[in-house]
């Protein structure tokens, strides 16, 4: 039997605030298996955001366990949560976090750089996965001076540039128009097709969540909906992404 | 890995250039002030040492006492109490080294078509000795021609300029009150005393010679002052202790009078004055350094700024795998290299500007090897204690709150 790369169980994710504790998470199981294209619904506030910070080991947990492809993350230090988050991790923001002032190619190989590649072979391979996302000729090219679904190529580059086992995308088609997505969300089939790359994803979109093949909802902190992405309830009850009536 | 890093660094501050350079300029006037005043220090210092050191190194100095007149009194030295079989018996006396009687006066000194006034001293060969000068040239006079009072002389480097020129002045005769001197020697440069006078502007003839052809006096066998010179700085207090009760004994004075001569002890004096310039060198040192101590601050504010300004960036460095110390790294480089840059540009306007002020104004000057690697090691110091902190607290952040930060 192969190894999940994500077996969570019992996880419970709580905020100290002024007010009280307020929880996010209440005692969510979920195991992703490799090659598995995962989408995370749920409303704003559902804790699919704070989800997903646990999963890319930028966040803890209060409570409950995190295996990350076989490794306890709760026992980790912090220098070996990053390296987690550089080696086995690759992470795709809303905002795409690029760093502004360094071009394509830096920016691709930034991550290299804490593995401690020289630079030869990290300008090497970062315009390696430039051409893989289809922007190989910007590689002197800076983020402001590309549209926005190209810096989203360029920081899913940057995510794949370490090889890394598991792909997290926070919402990344939020900020893109309806065509840029289509074109993001078809690299993303492409890579989990035909490379085997997990991914998981957060999004609000149906139209978005469709291309995967497994969707998880959760709602008010815990998992409301586990399994095949048109077997969702809520999906077929035609609710909207807020998904408020749930 | 360090190189990724510094040029890391490198891109941060060229993208930020104005105020790189601003915080480069803070350690820049904090090191060329360092170099610039410990350079003045220094120079004034030495210069004082160097006057000492001409000086003569265990030096007493006696005086005859004064005379009083019809009620004028008529100021030390007056008083024809000090003889030279005075200076014969000091020069038995146990601990001392050497000692000069001396006998000086001012005369016309006259060489073809040049003449020259300058002050005479007839004293004796051991007035060398003491004032530790040597010869540029020629000999000295020795005791047979104390003995025989013959006409000859030892010019200063300034007596010798202005009277022979470029003309080789040894054995050439010039006249001193129109009496004819043989020029044994020519002195070495002594340069400026203590207190300003040119020391080289002298001239140097037997004390015999002095006391009965060149001044004369109403009283044989009188000197002005005796210069003594102790074997140590330790037996000074000895040697001056022994030289009082030595004189008061020969000039048969009554327990509880006054002394008719005064002794003083020029090399006390002497350290009071480098002591003085020491305490000079280092407060301008001192003052220099709270401007370097402001550039550290200055590197650390800027610092701290930036940390804050590119929270976001560090967080996305961590989500992508940047450890703490990698971002510690990244930014005490950044404090490293601004500090060392401007260190350097520091010491070149330091060591630019010590010139330039003894270019413009004279003053003495020394710009050393250890004040400018003192400066270096002290700035990069600064930099490195300023950088720490802002740089701890950007590793210290939690990935998820600086990716968070707008």
Redesign the interface.
């Known amino acids: 039997m192969t190894e999940a790369v994500i077996k969570i169980e019992q996880l419970c994710k709580d905020y100290f605030t002024d007010a009280g504790t307020v929880p996010v998470l209440h005692e969510v199981s979920l195991k992703v298996m490799p090659g598995e294209f995962v989408a995370i619904m749920g409303p704003s506030g559902s804790g699919k955001s704070t989800f997903m ?1 646990i999963l ?1 080991c ?2 803890v947990a209060s409570s409950g366990s995190y295996f990350l492809n076989g490794r306890d993350v709760g026992e980790q230090s ?2 070996e949560l ?2 987690l ?3 086995v991790i690759g ?1 795709v ?1 809303q905002g795409f ?3 502004p ?2 071009n394509l190619e830096d920016n691709v190989a ?2 290299l ?4 590649i020289a ?1 030869d072979e ?1 300008i090497m391979q970062a315009n390696i996965m430039l051409n893989k996302v289809g922007l190989g000729k910007y590689h002197h090219s800076r983020p402001n001076q590309i549209s926005g679904g190209q810096q989203q190529r360029v920081a899913i580059a ?2 794949l540039v ?1 090889q890394p086992k598991l792909l997290l995308a926070d919402e990344p088609t939020g900020n893109l128009d309806t065509h840029t997505s289509k074109e993001i969300m078809e690299l993303f089939n492409e890579l989990n097709k035909r490379d085997g790359i997990t991914i998981v994803l957060i999004t609000h979109e149906h139209d978005i969540a469709a291309y995967a093949h497994r969707l998880v909802r959760l709602a008010d902190g815990c998992v409301v909906y586990d399994g095949p992405v048109d077997g969702d309830p809520h999906l077929q009850a035609g609710h909207t992404h807020t998904g408020a009536s749930a | ?1 360090m ?3 510094l040029s ?1 660094a490198w ?2 501050m060229w ?1 930020n250039r104005l105020r790189t350079i601003l915080t480069m300029l803070g350690m820049v006037i904090g090191v060329a002030a360092v170099i610039l005043m410990l350079a003045v220090g220094q120079g004034t210092q030495q210069q004082v040492q160097e006057s000492i050191a001409s000086m003569g190194s265990n030096l007493f100095i006696i005086l005859s006492g004064s005379t009083t007149s019809g009620g004028l009194r008529m100021g030390g030295g007056a008083a024809p109490t000090l003889t030279l079989t005075d200076a014969q018996s000091i020069e038995e006396l146990p601990l001392v080294a050497a000692v000069a009687p001396s006998s000086p006066g001012t005369a016309q000194l006259v060489y073809g078509s040049s003449n020259w006034s300058t002050q005479v001293i007839g004293t004796t060969p051991s007035y060398l000795t003491v004032r530790d000068w040597r010869l540029a040239s020629g000999m000295p006079f020795t005791d047979s021609d104390i003995r025989s009072a013959t006409r000859v002389a030892l010019l200063g480097q300034t007596v010798a300029q202005n009277l022979f020129g470029d003309e080789d002045p040894i054995d050439k005769t010039i006249r001193i009150k129109n009496s004819p001197y043989l020029v044994l020697g020519v002195l070495a440069g002594k340069g400026q005393s203590l207190d300003g006078r040119d020391q080289d502007d002298t001239v140097l003839v037997p004390v015999t010679t002095a006391q009965r052809k060149l001044f004369g006096s109403q009283f044989a066998g009188t000197v002005r002052f005796i210069m003594t010179q102790a074997e140590s700085a330790e037996a000074m207090p000895q040697v001056e202790k022994s030289i009082i009760e030595l004189l008061r004994q020969r000039h048969r004075i009554r327990e509880g009078a006054d002394n008719d001569f005064s002794i003083r002890n020029l090399t006390a004096m002497a350290n009071t004055a480098a002591e003085t310039a020491k305490v000079m060198s280092l407060m301008l040192g001192a003052i220099a350094s709270i401007s370097l101590l402001v550039g550290g601050i200055g590197i650390m504010n800027i610092m701290l700024v930036s940390v804050t300004e590119r929270t ?2 560090i ?12 971002i510690l790294l990244q930014f005490l480089l950044e404090a490293i290299i601004i500090s060392v840059i401007g260190c350097l540009i520091g010491v070149l306007l330091g060591v630019g500007g010590a010139y330039a002020v003894s270019a413009a104004s004279g003053m003495a000057v020394v710009v050393t090897v250890s004040s400018i690697v003192t400066a270096f090691v002290v700035a990069a110091a600064v930099g490195i204690f300023f950088g720490w902190y802002p740089a701890r607290k950007a590793s210290m952040l ?3 709150d600086a ?1 968070r930060f707008q």
């Open positions: 910070n890319g930028l966040d912090r220098d990053a390296q988050r550089n080696q992470f923001f976090n690029l760093l002032r360094a930034l991550p750089i804490y593995r401690g630079r990290r940057r995510a370490n | 890995m190189l990724a890093m890391e891109m941060a993208a976001r960036e967080g996305i460095r961590m989500a992508i795998g940047a450890r703490g110390k990698d939690r990935p998820i990716l």
